[in-house]
Structure formats: C-alpha cells, structure tokens
C-alpha cells in the first residue's frame, strides 16, 4: 500500500486546511484511516481516524471540535478537515492505514507526512 499526502501549507490563526492522503495498491475500503501528527523531539501524535465504513471517528483531544476526518472510498482518499488553527496545530501531518486505534506503532502503512505551519 502507497499513501500520497497532501494539502499542507502555511495558514494563518483562525485559518482552514483541508488535507487529503490518496491511496494505491491494495483494497481501501476494508480498512480504518487515521491522521497523526508530529514536531521535532516529540514522538508522533494521534489526530483523527475513521473506520472501515466511516460510520465511526475519533478525534484526539487537539483536535475535537475543530477537525473532521472524512473517507471517498471511490477516490481512495481520507481527508482532514482542519478548522480554527493555531500555531500549536504546527507539525507534519501523517496519514496511516490499518486498524482502529490512536496508536501509531499499529498502523502498517504511512504516507510521506505534509507540513502545516500555523503562522501570523
């Protein structure tokens, strides 16, 4: 399985992103999608994921209220909705394909990482 990430950029406070994480190789609807993050010196933190069906999210605690995770199984594509930035939002930006879960070491297969930086 190969994961393309994509959409990070650089966003002002208060500011939107939408990333997306595109997948190839292997069957995406029978699995669980997450999105995690990561700054220099800090091991890798959960965001979002989404299950096989996408009739079930969780959201870590950074994130609730303010990011959407979403899947198009016909695009193979998991999306992250990011609203309400702040600069602590700051990090590269992980996709990840494997089962439910908010622990990094579970998932097999990650994407590149895109960089959100959230700066006046």
């Known amino acids: 399985v190969q994961l393309q990430a994509s959409g990070g950029g650089l966003v002002q406070p208060g500011g939107s992103l939408r990333l997306s994480c595109v997948a190839s190789g292997r069957s995406f609807s029978t699995y669980s999608l997450a999105w995690f993050r990561q700054t220099p010196g800090r091991e890798r933190e959960f965001v979002a994921a989404?299950?096989?069906?996408?009739?079930?999210?969780n959201y870590g605690e950074s994130g609730k209220g303010r990011f959407a995770i979403s899947r198009d199984d016909g695009k193979s594509t998991v999306y992250l909705q990011m609203n309400s930035l702040k600069p602590e939002d700051t990090a590269v930006y992980y996709c990840a394909i494997g089962p439910f879960s908010t622990v990094a070491s579970r998932y097999t297969y990650w994407g590149q990482g895109t960089q959100v930086t959230v700066s006046s």
């Open positions: 989404i299950n096989w069906s996408g009739s079930t999210t």
